[in-house]
């Protein structure tokens, strides 16, 4: 158990429908990091927060966007859905922002799929 | 543009032999490079990792050597476990957060 919840474990829905993700980090984590896993692809990272504040955004639509909350949770909001949205989505929390030199620890992962 | 590749998607290894998996990246910038295992149904979890003023760290059974030069990296385990069929995915950071990629994955498979 890495510390790191996120919820819910599945969402099925439907396309054009808009869908919120939560994560909670570590106690202690200031940072925030959302990645998207794909059917047979790698983790493509998202988007950053620390400490309330975005510090990097990756590969993340327009149609999604994230927030981290003062009790530091996170959400990501997923809106306009299409069938290509379909993954899983994982969020991670570490220390500080140095994604080098600190372990991200990764959450079990949100299942969501498009029909 | 993929900055981190992982060329082979599986490696099929014997119990107690060396299992090598490889990792080239593209991007000069990157100064730090990890490792994450992920099984089935569960989050990626950290391995290892390397900084690029070394070209070797070692932890138990894991080892990552790193040449700059090359733009290349590889986690050898030794002696592969059947507990070590996993994904293992190379990832890189630049100095600064800014730039953190992951590759594809590798998927692992030690036979017992």
């Known amino acids: 158990d890495s510390g790191v919840t996120q919820t819910p474990k599945h969402l099925i829905t439907a396309t054009g429908q808009r869908v919120t993700l939560r994560c909670s980090p570590r106690?202690?984590?200031?940072?925030v990091y959302w990645y998207q896993q794909s059917l047979d692809q790698g983790l493509q990272f998202l988007i950053h927060?620390?400490?309330?504040?975005?510090?990097a955004k990756g590969n993340i639509l327009e149609r999604f966007s994230a927030q981290q909350f003062p009790d530091l949770h996170s959400e990501l909001n997923l809106s306009s859905l299409e069938l290509g949205d379909s993954a899983l989505y994982f969020c991670?929390?570490?220390?500080?922002?140095?994604?080098?030199?600190?372990?991200?620890?990764f959450g079990p992962g949100t299942r969501l799929t498009v029909l | 543009d993929q900055q981190v590749k992982q060329n082979s998607p599986s490696l099929s290894v014997q119990e107690g032999r060396i299992s090598i998996l490889n990792c080239d990246y593209t991007n000069s910038m990157f100064d730090y490079f990890l490792w994450y295992k992920k099984y089935p149904a569960e989050g990626p979890t950290f391995l290892i990792s390397?900084?690029?003023?070394?070209d070797k760290n070692e932890d138990g059974r894991f080892t990552v050597f790193l040449n700059k030069s090359a733009k290349h990296l590889s986690l050898h385990i030794v002696p592969s476990q059947p507990g070590d069929s996993a994904v293992y995915f190379c990832a890189a950071s630049d100095n600064y957060g800014q730039n953190f990629v992951f590759g594809p994955g590798t998927r692992l498979s030690v036979l017992p």
């Open positions: 390397i900084s690029s003023i070394k």
């Open positions: 106690s202690g984590d200031l940072s």
């Open positions: 927060y620390y400490n309330g504040e975005e510090r």
């Open positions: 991670a929390s570490s220390q500080t922002t140095n994604t080098g030199t600190d372990t991200q620890y």
